[in-house]
Structures are given as structure tokens and as C-alpha cells.
């Protein structure tokens, strides 16, 4: 793995509806490395509060750009969303393992689902883009509609998208995992891919083995190093402790117990 820290200029970096933005920064060698599902570790300003970086996963790139959008929940968001275009981040990347898709870019016959919920939508674009040969299927899940995120840029790939929302505000009503569920019973499947809350990989996980399919799951854990050298994000898995930073974020579904 090849991991740059770098001092990245801000390219723009424009609030979403709601509570989320979408920041473009300069770095052709991250750009180049990229692979969706990997991350960037950033420290949102040079003081010392905060202190430890924080992960976001890389959205897109497009040349030299690189793409994140993130949601405002704390501190180190709420400061981000407050960088200028022309500022300096200092950023760790590109981290982690990201989604295993190159064997399965030109499959036809049987679609590949990804399933997000939430901010599990940002790199599932950037994957998305990467099948986007097989036409894949994308099912978005979230509270309710003003919480749908990155529909346009599904669509723009050619993706099939259906949404599902707990208020049922938009699509199905109900959880992404019984839109998911449904599909499969309608639709001959390859391999699913996901990224979300922790619960919904465990749902995802189980509706994958109980159909026999391959999933990847992107996992989310609390991080400090970013790089395999705190501890800070280890899980158990069926082959020992693994760092979520570094072996994962994405792990196949039968490696993880719950
Ligand atoms: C691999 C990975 C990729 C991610 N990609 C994205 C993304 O593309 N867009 C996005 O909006 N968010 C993403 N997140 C979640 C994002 O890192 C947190 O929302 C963010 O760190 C919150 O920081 P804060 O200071 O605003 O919130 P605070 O709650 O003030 O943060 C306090 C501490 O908790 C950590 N933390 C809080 N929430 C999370 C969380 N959900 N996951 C991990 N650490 C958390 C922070 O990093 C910080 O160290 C990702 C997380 C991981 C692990
Ligand atoms: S965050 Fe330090 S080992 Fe993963």
C-alpha cells in the first residue's frame, strides 16, 4: 500500500440539502491510487482540537480531483463543512482495502446489487461508476426522503435505482434489507456490495447467506491512526482480529461474525 500524507488544496466544498456537503480536493497521486471503498484519514484544521483525523470515504475522482461528501454530525464535520476553496487539508490516503470488483466489472447475465444506507452512498458511486459495464442495481435506504442522497449520480451511470424509506416518504416502506429481500426474489443475482450502519451490514450479511451469495460489506468503526498502528478499530473475525482501517474497511461477509 502506498499511503500519501499530503497537503491538499480545496477545490470547492458546497453544502447539500440538509445537513451534508460535497468537497472536492487537489491530488493527482490520490486520485490516480484511488479504489472505491477506500478512504482518506483528514485533519479538519491545523490546531489541536480536534486532534484525530477523521475518515471519510473517497466519492468519486476525476482527474486530478478527488471527491468526498460527508454529513455534519459532530465537531470535525461541523468544521469542515466551514473550509474554503484555496485552504490547505492535511490528508492521509488512500487507506484501507477497498471493494473486490475487478472479476466481476463485465458480468451480464446476473446483476450486482449495492445496497447503501445512509452516508453508505459515498463510495458506492465510486464503485458504481467502476461496474457500471454490468449496469448494476442500487438500493438506497434511509429515515426519509430528505435523507436520499446521490440519486442523480445512480442514474447518470446507468444504474437501476430503487429507494427504500422508513416513512415510506419515498419508495418502498420499510427497511432496505426487506427491499432487498424482495429483489432477490424477482431478480437473478451476482454479488452484493454495502456500505452503511452496522446493523444493516448485519442484515445484509444474513439475507447473503441465507440466499448463498457472495457479499462485501464495508464496515464502519471508530478510528484514530488510520493506518493499522493504534489498534483503535480492531473486529473479530473467523481469522483472528483484523483492523478496519487497514485490512478492511470492506470484508467479505462470511469472514465476519456478528
Ligand atoms: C472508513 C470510514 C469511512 C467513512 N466515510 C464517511 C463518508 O464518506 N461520509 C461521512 O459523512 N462520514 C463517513 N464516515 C463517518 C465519519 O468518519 C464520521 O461521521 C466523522 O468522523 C464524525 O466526526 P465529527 O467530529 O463530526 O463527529 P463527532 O461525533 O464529534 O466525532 C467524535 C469522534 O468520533 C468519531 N466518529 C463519530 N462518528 C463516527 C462514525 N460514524 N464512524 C467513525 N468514526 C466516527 C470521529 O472520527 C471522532 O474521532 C466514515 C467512517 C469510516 C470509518
Ligand atoms: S485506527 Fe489505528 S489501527 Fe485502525
Known amino acids: 500500500m502506498n499511503i500519501r500524507q499530503i497537503e491538499a488544496k480545496i477545490i470547492s466544498n458546497q453544502k447539500l440539502n440538509g445537513n451534508y456537503g460535497h468537497l472536492e480536493f487537489e491530488s493527482g497521486i490520490i486520485a490516480k491510487q484511488a479504489q472505491p471503498g477506500q478512504f482518506v484519514n483528514i485533519r479538519v484544521v491545523d490546531t489541536l482540537d480536534p486532534l484525530l483525523r477523521r475518515p471519510i470515504s ?101 444504474c437501476v435505482v430503487k429507494v427504500a424509506t422508513d416513512d415510506g416518504s419515498s419508495g418502498f416502506k420499510g427497511r432496505v434489507t426487506d427491499l432487498l429481500n424482495v429483489v432477490l426474489s424477482q431478480t437473478k443475482v451476482a454479488h452484493l456490495f454495502s456500505c452503511g450502519p452496522g446493523p444493516m451490514l448485519k442484515a445484509v450479511s444474513q439475507v447473503a447467506q441465507e440466499n448463498k451469495i457472495i457479499a462485501q460489506l464495508s464496515l464502519e468503526a471508530h478510528m484514530a491512526c488510520g493506518v493499522g498502528a493504534c489498534l483503535g478499530c480492531e473486529v473479530l473475525t473467523k481469522n483472528g482480529y483484523k483492523s478496519v482501517c487497514k485490512d478492511g474497511p470492506v470484508f467479505f461477509s462470511e469472514e465476519l461474525t456478528w
Open 58 to 158: 473517497i466519492h468519486g475522482v476525476s482527474g486530478s480531483k478527488v471527491k468526498i461528501i460527508y454529513e455534519i454530525i459532530g465537531k470535525g464535520t461541523q468544521i469542515l463543512s466551514a473550509r474554503k476553496p484555496g485552504e490547505f487539508l492535511d490528508i492521509l490516503g488512500p487507506l484501507g482495502n477497498g471493494f473486490d470488483y475487478l472479476r466481476l466489472a463485465k458480468t451480464a447475465q446476473r446483476k450486482n446489487i449495492l445496497i447503501a444506507g445512509g452516508m453508505g452512498v459515498a463510495p458506492l458511486v465510486f464503485l458504481a461508476e467502476k461496474l457500471k459495464l454490468s449496469k448494476p442495481m442500487i438500493l438506497i435506504g434511509a429515515r426519509t426522503k430528505k435523507q436520499l442522497l446521490c440519486l442523480q449520480e445512480f442514474k447518470a451511470l446507468g
